[in-house]
């Protein structure tokens, strides 16, 4: 990214050509080879539940343990499964993400500390 991401004529960093670099694109495929699995296992399992609710009535008013319905759990286990998405992703993310993205920020930054 070192004459990329240089404009020739005021040295201002061209973020074009930072976005368009491999090492950006590496990080954007990385994120979304995290986020769309888990997101379209999401919106299944919550088209499930809705589709479970609205059709099948009777399963999801089965009675488990004294009040507590299947319907009740399932639509608990879509909070807990939210929260369970998250957690993984601020890992992911922590983990696999942001030292990337702090490499290419660290390097805009001296790029444009020398402009």
């Known amino acids: 990214m070192s ?3 240089h404009a020739d004529s ?4 061209d973020y074009i050509a930072v976005e368009q670099s491999p090492r950006f694109q590496s990080l954007k495929r990385t994120q979304r080879s995290f986020i ?7 919106l299944l399992w919550y088209f499930a539940y809705v589709l479970l609710a609205a059709f099948a009535p009777e399963f999801m008013g089965q009675r ?24 993984a992703y601020v890992s992911f993310a ?12 660290e390097e805009l930054e001296k790029a444009q500390g020398h402009a």
């Open 3 to 5: 004459d990329q991401t």
């Open 10 to 13: 005021n040295r201002e960093i």
């Open 36 to 42: 769309f699995p888990l997101a379209v296992f999401f």
């Open 64 to 87: 488990v343990w004294g009040d507590i319905t299947i319907g009740l759990l399932l639509g608990l286990g879509q909070f807990v499964t939210t929260f369970g998405i998250t957690m």
């Open 94 to 105: 922590n983990r696999k993400l942001d030292p990337l993205a702090t490499e290419i920020r």
